[in-house]
């Protein structure tokens, strides 16, 4: 009689699942000295200083965009805020905010261009949203933005990476629509300029902090 095979365990087949089963190692040391886990985040692990010096020093565009400086994430964020408000003049502080930190996941994530997201697929899209609802409650949003403040926002992403495209990227206005398939038209009364580092850091901070002051002033009222 042969002996009985042990019971193979379980797949694991979920996407969240799977993360779950790496949690316990998958954690980064930041110089704020906070240790947050990049699939399991907790808010309370979770810094401005750290998020503007990371987007700061993420390039857009794998970094290939013209200047001596590359086209940061955090000078990305900051256009998308200009946009927003463009697009709705009199949009509320938070709804400001909640532009300020759309891509703040890539302060540990890195930008990857959309072609790469596709291959990798909803392992890393689940990352995203994880640190991007943990980012969203640590400043005092919801961890999940109404429709409408969604689709605005995605709306503004969208000028602000067709402008980069004809701007700094190489890309003209009509590749724009039939390369990389954005729905939106780049600006043509703004020019783009690629900050060093330590610049683009402290304007992204500068701008999180008046943001900040509106938030806690629109509450009073």
Request: with cysteine.
């Amino acid at each position: 009689m042969k002996a009985a095979k042990p019971a193979a365990k379980p797949a694991v087949s979920s996407v969240s699942g799977k993360l779950q089963a790496h949690a316990p190692r998958t954690w980064q040391r930041m110089l704020s000295g906070r240790r947050l886990n990049l699939i399991d985040p907790s808010p309370l692990d979770i810094e401005i200083a750290d998020i503007a010096l990371g987007l700061s020093r993420n390039t857009r565009w794998n970094g290939q965009t013209q200047g001596s400086h590359g086209w940061s994430v955090a000078q990305h964020s900051d256009l998308v805020v200009d946009i927003v408000r463009r697009l709705k003049p009199r949009a509320t502080a938070r709804l400001l905010m909640a532009a300020k930190l759309h891509d703040a996941s890539e302060y540990v994530t890195h930008d990857l261009i959309t072609p790469f997201k596709a291959v990798i697929g909803d392992v890393f899209k689940e990352v995203e949203n994880r640190l991007t609802r943990a980012i969203y409650v640590r400043f005092g949003l919801a961890p999940v933005l109404a429709p409408a403040d969604k689709a605005l926002i995605k709306k503004a992403d969208l000028i602000a990476a067709a402008t980069e495209a004809v701007q700094l990227a190489g890309f003209t206005a009509a590749e724009c629509r039939t390369v990389l398939d954005f729905t939106e038209k780049p600006l043509k009364d703004v020019t783009l300029v690629p900050l060093p580092v330590v610049e683009a850091e402290k304007r992204f901070l500068e701008g999180f902090r008046q943001l900040e002051k509106a938030i806690a002033l629109q509450e009073q009222k």
